[in-house]
């Protein structure tokens, strides 16, 4: 059982004991949070149990907590994970896990090596992350391949957490955009984009008239030439790339209008279908079929999800998209939620928001992409620095943050780059395990009472979290926890490494250090992985 769960259901337990000793009254116990401190000498988990309740019972936090304290050191399987339990001011619970778990743990790693980090929470529901999903009209920009290492990492952690996962990228081949590429490669009084591949594409269409065909024919060579090769030079791979034309081609897009209508969600205005989003939380009403009989991006984009959640069976899907469609997701969420896509919990659909990015050079923004002349490509940045980089730095802010790439830092081959720091550590322990001789692979225990030092215990509690960041991240999305995680995890490793040194004459203390060195590499190359980030061996 994961270890959080089962302090929820000893805490909880240990509440209703002291509701039927009436020391506290009979209420329905409040959800149980278990908490990571800030500070790692205030404990590894951390309750704040008792100050909900006191404000139920209108008591003293502080009792409270010593009560629940109290109860917590009288249970036996506590007792064998926890060495120590505080109740703080104003009403804290902290724990401190024992050593002999630390070491059972640790051992558990060295059994379980390729699985370590995987997590049951999911239980083999079927979750979609769909992200970048640009349209095939141009090759990436910064700002769209912000999704790709942000969606591509968030399956990672939806996999390790016990979720079946599919990476998708929804190809937008239908309707004005590729109009607008057709009048573009055909250069004429209504083109809309430039650049040398617009210049490519000119000239491979001599022959053929049509707009439409020809915008519809140069969005397949975007995509395979183009969008295609960026993404795999960023280390993604998608398991589904669907085309949006598809939608139209079949009906399925003319069927969840027909649907919508038979359920009395949509009314006619001066000749146009609207939907009542607006008593769904939208702040206005959407049309979904123009007069002219057109249907709308957002009629395709229901149609999409009917699919997804009828014909692909997903219980759960999270589309990754940039900020400048916050204006669409209310209207998708109202859709979907007047197709019957709800469970008791909410919505099945979740639409994270991606802020914008700024390439920074010399301290100042960079403008200018060598492909468009306009804005910078993720091209332009794989020209430069390799994915490991790149997608590392993605990471590192969260999804509603603006990010500044920092170039001169990207190209740092020092420990002021991040990467280089953290990959560096990887490389350092296999250095060390190569001169010690041993076979890393035969290693399967840890003597736990040499392992005393107070660097080797912070590093093993270190490696221990690694576990609640791949639960916490399945949860709330925060996938900028991984890359702070990792840089916490190389810290600890070099202030090991600095002040404890692995290949000495005492046989024990020797072997000891050495397994912690293969869990600790065992640890970096699991988060590293799930981020898509190579872990070295030498440098």
Request: glycine share 8%; with cysteine.
């Given at each position: 059982m994961n270890l959080r769960k089962k302090i929820k259901e000893i805490v909880a337990l240990s509440v209703s004991k002291l509701q039927e000793e009436s020391i506290l009254s009979d209420f329905a116990i409040p959800n149980i949070q278990v908490l990571k401190p800030k500070d790692d000498s205030n404990g590894d988990y951390s309750l704040s149990i008792a100050m909900e309740i006191a404000r139920i019972e209108k008591s003293d936090p502080i009792e409270i907590a010593q009560e629940i304290k109290n109860k917590l050191e009288g249970v036996e399987d506590f007792k064998d994970i926890f060495s120590r339990i505080d109740a703080i001011s104003p009403g804290f619970i902290n724990l401190y896990l024992s050593h002999e778990y630390i070491i059972r743990k640790m051992h558990s790693i060295l059994d379980d090596r390729g699985n370590f980090g995987s997590l049951d929470i999911g239980n083999g529901r079927k979750i979609q992350v769909e992200f970048v999903s640009a349209n095939p009209t141009g090759p990436l920009t910064v700002g769209n391949g912000r999704g790709g290492p942000f969606g591509d990492v968030l399956a990672n952690v939806l996999k390790k957490a016990g979720y079946q996962v599919e990476k998708a990228y929804y190809v937008n081949d239908y309707g004005k955009q590729i109009l607008s590429l057709g009048h573009?490669?055909?250069?004429?009084?209504?083109?809309?984009?430039?650049?040398?591949?617009?210049?490519?594409?000119?000239?491979?269409?001599?022959?053929?008239?049509?707009?439409?065909?020809?915008?519809?024919?140069?969005?397949?060579?975007?995509?395979?030439?183009?969008?295609?090769?960026?993404?795999?030079?960023?280390?993604?791979?998608?398991?589904?790339?669907?085309?949006?034309?598809?939608?139209?081609?079949?009906?399925?897009?003319?069927?969840?209008?027909?649907?919508?209508?038979?359920?009395?969600?949509?009314?006619?205005?001066?000749?146009?279908?609207?939907?009542?989003?607006?008593?769904?939380?939208?702040?206005?009403?959407?049309?979904?079929?123009?007069?002219?009989?057109?249907?709308?991006?957002?009629?395709g984009d229901l149609a999409y999800h009917r699919y997804k959640f009828i014909e692909k069976g997903f219980d759960k899907v999270i589309n990754v998209w940039g900020a400048d469609h916050f204006g669409d997701v209310a209207g998708l969420k109202a859709g979907v939620e007047m197709l019957g896509f709800k469970s008791d919990g909410g919505s099945r659909l979740d639409i994270i928001l991606l802020q914008f990015v700024t390439v920074m050079k010399d301290g100042k923004p960079v403008k200018i992409s060598k492909r468009l002349g306009t804005v910078v490509t993720m091209d332009d940045l794989l020209d430069e620095l390799p994915p490991d980089v790149i997608r590392f730095f993605f990471l590192q802010k969260s999804a509603n943050t603006h990010l500044n790439f920092d170039m001169d830092l990207a190209k740092e081959q020092s420990d002021k780059n991040p990467v280089f720091y953290i990959q560096y550590a990887h490389a350092r322990i296999c250095s060390i395990l190569n001169s010690s001789g041993v076979d890393e692979d035969r290693i399967r225990n840890i003597e736990g009472d040499i392992l005393t030092n107070g660097k080797e215990i912070d590093l093993m509690r270190k490696i221990l979290k690694f576990e609640d960041i791949i639960e916490d991240t399945a949860i709330d999305y925060q996938v900028h926890r991984l890359p702070q995680y990792s840089l916490e995890l190389a810290s600890a490793f070099h202030q090991f490494y600095n002040e404890c040194h692995c290949l000495v004459d005492d046989e024990h203390l020797r072997n000891a250090r050495l397994s912690l060195l293969v869990t600790t590499k065992i640890a970096l190359a699991s988060v590293l992985a799930t981020m898509g980030i190579s872990a070295p061996e030498k440098m």
């Open positions: 573009s490669v055909l250069k004429d009084a209504d083109a809309k984009y430039t650049g040398d591949y617009i210049d490519e594409l000119n000239s491979r269409f001599k022959d053929i008239t049509d707009v439409y065909q020809i915008g519809r024919e140069a969005s397949k060579l975007v995509l395979d030439d183009y969008i295609k090769k960026t993404v795999h030079n960023l280390g993604i791979d998608y398991d589904e790339w669907f085309s949006e034309s598809i939608l139209h081609e079949k009906g399925l897009v003319d069927d969840v209008v027909m649907c919508l209508e038979k359920g009395g969600f949509t009314y006619e205005d001066e000749g146009a279908v609207w939907l009542k989003t607006s008593e769904y939380g939208d702040e206005r009403d959407r049309v979904i079929v123009r007069s002219d009989g057109s249907k709308t991006y957002l009629a």
